[in-house]
């Protein structure tokens, strides 16, 4: 509930020195969505949204309900600052329009009160979107811009047609041009009508200086149908979501990714992403995406910028967490999630999504195992690849960093195969933030180097056989049925327990503590055994690994 009628005058006479009514006529019949008005609209009767802006808007001083029902101006009388007339059944009709309502109710709240008004805005209760930021705005132009009506529009610019007076379709437009060239076309809103007293009749609220006020698309729904009502829910039910995450050479990019992963499947709401300015690839990755990105030089900053914006759901996705940390985070955030969290401050948030480390400990907020796999959208929609007992192709690829330059041991290895007459084409998919000494292929050895893929899937439905590290792309390899030989990054990474043989890898452990010769050995052997190949991969694809995201989306908004 907004000011008091006394508080708000104040203003608007410091303000404006004009006394201003809203007028929201709210009809109880509605045959297109029957009851509309007071039906709940996220929970609240949908006249309360015109209700709670005008009672909020300081340019405001006097609020009438004008209805029908009594149902709504029952609802209405619990506002104390609201006044209610009862409507006609004369008023009342389909065929009516709003001006000799608006001039009804005018005219009686004048009787009532003893006095006249300056300005008159009807609001209609069909706008739940419009913010009384933006009712503010208008009234404040319309006052000092001296205008005698202002109408809310919306600008939807568009290439039309119509009918001549033959009944022909004809266009409205001379020369066809792309939207962004076209000139301005203001479709009305319906969230307000503002006028001069002086031109409120039974016929008509408009003066002789018209002008239209552009609110926000995001704004201007009009709930006419039951569409308009589900668009209007969807925008109200949006939640702000903040991801924290980093990625650079030592820690990787695959907090990074998947953070955009989860973040693609929520358009929904509004995401925003924050992330340490010293990753520079991470950095670099996210800006890429196109999203919104904050980047924090301390701690201090990040905590600076949650109690600023207060976020309905942060997602943090920076490995271990400490108990203060997250006390800290839920001090401006209704949720907390965090990611691979195996520190203390796991037990304090509201969930733990923990898919890689399935031996870690379980909470009761924690969910762990592969069920919480979050898949890029191009694994959800590929197909397998397909088995053949030759292999003709490896994949090998380490992440979008590669520390341990792992690359270039694979790629000594992939030339002397070749050179000693092993004809396979070596696929090396290297990611945007590696540094090693790889950067182009040996076309004459059969390796080919690509950076920065759009699509790995691509090359991994290609694969016979694939060389990784023991990461997130294990479970793409899985998804991809293409049997592998992993080698871990760290220590961490090994306590990635997916990535063994009964889910169908050959896992040779931490990458610098294996030699070349157990990593070629391996190879030669996976070569020449194609029935343990099709074994790996038959153990690949029985794992069930495409339904993550949408769990774990569910966990993030706590459904």
């Not at 509309?36 to 949204?49: A, C, D, F, V, W």
């Not at 203390?344 to 924690?366: L, M, Q």
């Amino acid at each position: 509930m907004g000011e008091s009628p006394t508080f708000n005058s104040a203003i608007c006479c410091h303000d404006t020195r004009e006394s201003c009514l809203a007028v929201i006529p709210a009809r109880g019949g509605s045959k297109g969505i029957p009851r509309k008005n007071m039906r709940l609209m996220h929970g609240r009767p949908l006249i309360e949204y015109s209700i709670e802006n005008a009672l909020a808007c300081r340019y405001i001083d006097t609020v009438v309900v004008s209805s029908d029902s009594d149902e709504i101006l029952s609802f209405a009388e619990q506002f104390d600052q609201v006044e209610c007339l009862d409507r006609s059944s004369e008023l009342s009709k389909d065929a009516v329009t709003l001006d000799p309502v608006v001039y009804d109710a005018v005219t009686r709240m004048e009787q009532k009160l003893g006095r006249s008004f300056d300005t008159v805005v009807t609001l209609q209760p069909t706008s739940p979107l419009l913010s009384c930021e933006t009712l503010e705005a208008a009234l404040k132009r319309f006052t000092e811009e001296e205008w005698d009506s202002m109408i809310s529009v919306v600008n939807s610019p568009h290439l039309s047609w119509t009918k001549d007076e033959t009944g022909t379709i004809v266009p409205e437009y001379t020369v066809r041009l792309n939207r962004q060239q076209l000139p301005p076309r203001y479709l009305e809103t319906g969230a307000f009508f503002i006028s001069k007293r002086a031109y409120i009749t039974p016929t008509s609220r408009l003066g002789e200086k018209i002008s239209v006020f552009e609110v926000p698309s995001k704004e201007s729904i009009d709930i006419d149908d039951r569409e308009d009502w589900t668009a209007c829910e969807a925008v109200l039910a949006r939640k702000k979501i903040a991801f924290r995450a980093d990625g650079h050479k030592e820690l990787g990019l695959g907090h990074v990714y998947r953070a955009l992963t989860i973040a693609y499947t929520l358009i929904e709401h509004d995401v925003i992403f924050l992330t340490d300015a010293s990753s520079h690839e991470g950095v670099e990755r996210l800006r890429a995406s196109n999203m919104p990105v904050v980047e924090l030089n301390s701690e201090k900053e990040f905590f600076a910028w949650l109690k600023e914006n207060r976020p309905d759901v942060l997602v943090n996705d920076t490995l271990d967490t400490s108990a203060q940390y997250v006390q800290h985070c839920k001090k401006y955030a209704e949720r907390v999630v965090t990611f691979e969290d195996l520190g203390p401050g796991a037990r304090f948030a509201d969930a733990v999504v923990n898919a890689i480390y399935e031996g870690a400990p379980k909470h009761s907020n924690t969910y762990v195992g592969k069920r919480y796999v979050c898949l890029r959208d191009e694994f959800l929609i590929s197909r397998p690849a397909s088995f053949f007992e030759e292999v003709r192709r490896i994949l090998v690829t380490f992440g979008g960093t590669d520390p341990l330059d792992l690359t270039s041991r694979i790629f000594r290895l992939a030339r002397e195969m070749n050179a000693n007459g092993v004809k396979i084409v070596f696929d090396f998919v290297i990611g945007p933030g590696y540094s090693g000494s790889v950067y182009k292929g040996d076309p004459s050895h059969g390796i080919e180097v690509s950076r920065g893929v759009a699509r790995v899937s691509d090359h991994m439905r290609s694969a016979d056989l694939a060389i990784c590290s023991q990461g997130r792309t294990t479970f793409e390899l899985a998804t991809m049925g293409v049997p592998a030989i992993v080698l871990a990054q760290n220590e961490r990474e090994r306590l990635h327990t997916f990535a063994q043989m009964d889910n169908g890898f050959i896992n040779l452990g931490l990458g610098n503590e294996v030699s070349d010769e157990d990593i070629s050995a391996t190879v030669y052997w996976l070569v020449s055994a194609g029935s343990i190949r099709r074994e790996m991969r038959r153990l690949m694809l029985a794992n069930d690994l495409k339904g993550g995201i949408s769990r774990v989306k569910m966990i993030l908004l706590g459904e």
